[in-house]
């Protein structure tokens, strides 16, 4: 049975991976026994990165690209596969936030949330896709989130990409099952990272956050682990264009 769950020699991408929920499932991807490529567009994040999970005794690279660079999206996958060897598992997670009244957003921020959100996630998945597609199998794994189903104040762009990262999913699934290829999604609910310690630091935030989410706190970014690796494993052939919410029970009650 633990074999189902092994990733030992599989090569994993993983987008936007230098920190946060990104960082960690990486980290765990390496820890099932999978190589890891770590991206990021700041190179000197990126390094330190790699060095962290290598000095764990972790199988990491790392490539600076862009996922709203065509170009450099499909510059990176060639040089990845022809330096690497084939990339087996995708996780598309490179996202940003942008947080605005919906009637003063504007439509530059409305533009780069879906050219990063999603675009990037189009481009980076067919790059890996139309060299899965003769080998007949891989594994995607799209970032989606709690905010791809429910919105808050502020964030409507964010959830509209969300929204759409969740249907590129079953998208992506209803063209490429056919090939071998499983194409899931996890929705994380809020966990703490760098990026959301603001939020968790703020008395009203984090005690709406615990009222609202049956398990009555936060997610720890290890908690994210599970889900990807039996998404990016064999345990998870027969699964494909489902969207795997993490988030505590939050999406289950009112």
Same mark, same amino acid.
């Given at each position: 049975?633990?074999?189902?769950?092994?990733?030992?020699? /599989?090569?994993?991408?993983?987008?936007?991976?230098?920190?946060?929920?990104?960082?960690?499932?990486?980290?765990?991807?390496?820890?099932?026994?999978?190589?890891?490529?770590?991206?990021?567009? !700041?190179?000197?994040?990126?390094?330190?990165?790699?060095?962290?999970?290598?000095?764990?005794?972790?199988?990491?690279?790392?490539?600076?690209?862009?996922?709203?660079?065509?170009?450099?999206?499909?510059?990176? !996958?060639?040089?990845?596969?022809?330096?690497?060897?084939?990339?087996?598992?995708?996780?598309?997670?490179?996202?940003?936030?942008?947080?605005?009244?919906?009637?003063?957003?504007?439509?530059?921020?409305?533009?780069?949330?879906?050219? *990063?959100?999603?675009?990037?996630?189009?481009?980076?998945?067919?790059?890996?896709?139309? /060299?899965?597609?003769?080998?007949?199998?891989?594994?995607?794994?799209?970032?989606?989130?709690?905010?791809?189903?429910?919105?808050?104040?502020?964030?409507?762009?964010?959830?509209?990409?969300?929204?759409?990262?969740?249907?590129?999913?079953?998208?992506?699934?209803?063209?490429?099952?056919?090939?071998?290829?499983?194409?899931?999604?996890?929705?994380?609910?809020?966990?703490?990272?760098?990026?959301?310690?603001?939020?968790?630091?703020?008395? !009203?935030?984090?005690?709406?956050?615990?009222?609202?989410?049956?398990?009555?706190?936060?997610?720890?970014?290890?908690?994210?682990?599970?889900?990807?690796?039996?998404?990016?494993?064999?345990?998870?052939?027969?699964?494909?264009?489902? *969207?795997?919410?993490?988030?505590?029970?939050?999406?289950?009650?009112?």
């Amino acid at each position: 049975m633990a074999g189902l769950f092994d990733l030992t020699g /599989r090569i994993a991408l993983v987008t936007g991976s230098a920190r946060g929920l990104g960082f960690a499932v990486t980290r765990g991807l390496a820890a099932a026994g999978a190589r890891v490529i770590l991206n990021d567009v !700041v190179a000197e994040r990126l390094d330190g990165a790699v060095s962290m999970l290598r000095g764990e005794g972790l199988d990491a690279d790392g490539r600076v690209f862009d996922v709203t660079d065509e170009a450099g999206v499909e510059a990176a !996958v060639a040089d990845i596969e022809g330096r690497l060897g084939p990339i087996e598992i995708l996780v598309n997670n490179a996202g940003i936030q942008r947080r605005a009244p919906l009637e003063s957003f504007t439509k530059d921020d409305w533009d780069l949330l879906f050219a *990063v959100n999603v675009t990037g996630a189009f481009l980076v998945a067919r790059a890996v896709a139309q /060299r899965m597609i003769p080998r007949g199998h891989g594994k995607i794994i799209n970032v989606s989130s709690v905010n791809g189903e429910l919105a808050r104040p502020s964030i409507a762009p964010y959830t509209a990409t969300k929204g759409a990262v969740n249907t590129l999913t079953r998208g992506m699934a209803t063209d490429w099952a056919c090939h071998g290829i499983q194409v899931n999604a996890i929705g994380p609910g809020y966990f703490i990272t760098e990026i959301t310690q603001p939020l968790a630091d703020d008395p !009203v935030f984090d005690g709406w956050l615990r009222g609202r989410t049956p398990a009555g706190r936060w997610g720890d970014p290890s908690e994210l682990v599970g889900a990807a690796v039996f998404l990016a494993s064999d345990a998870s052939s027969f699964v494909n264009g489902q *969207v795997i919410y993490v988030d505590g029970g939050l999406l289950a009650a009112l």
